[in-house]
């Protein structure tokens, strides 16, 4: 029991991490969402988030489903080995790209629109870049989050992806609705820079510690 209870803490982990690092880079819905933090109020842009969070589950949902069909294969130690290894340098390729874009805040519409209209326009934002599925394969593989004949501890994986991503909107729009006034397009770009170095550093120790044999997480 106390194993279990260890696994599905680590499984949990995980899941947030994951939902942290797919949510975290400042694209174009992370713009959206700064954008209407400053002109809308907090809360929009908060539902901003919501709705990026439900488009992300559904990207994790649809990894998860793909990947549970290759269970076999991943149950080997030498594919899962090769699994980690490519993951953690597709991980180490987004964290490079997200160190290098540099994206643009023009300003919006301060008309707030329905609740529902925010969320909505976030959802479709974020659901329109189906590569983020190659980012999710990726972060699978490099956290081995996938368990095979456990669907409640896999449910409850994906419920802390989604979490993970709602703790960095929450963050993110606390921290805009506090500097509103001095927040520009430079300071998207140093998110940007320290968020690569993380995600790059963190995939840098994945792949070590595959390399070495080596378990960090």
Known sequence: MWFEEIKLLDLTVKGMLIGILCSA???????L?????INKGRWIGLLTGVGAAFSDMLYALATGFGMSFV???IQDPQNMYIMQLVGSLLLFGFGYYTYRSRPNLRPSSRAKGTLWYNCWT????????PLIIFLFMALFARFTFIVPEHPFEQGLGYI???LGAMLWWYGL????DKVRTTFNVERIYLINRIIGVIVMTVSSLGLLSTLLGLTLY
């Open 25 to 31: 880079p400042m694209g174009p819905v992370g713009v």
């Open 160 to 162: 802390s992806i989604f």
């Open 71 to 73: 269970v076999e294969f």
């Open 173 to 176: 729009t606390y921290v805009i």
């Open 33 to 37: 969402c700064i954008q209407r933090t």
């Open 122 to 129: 976030s959802f479709i934002v974020t659901l329109s870049n």
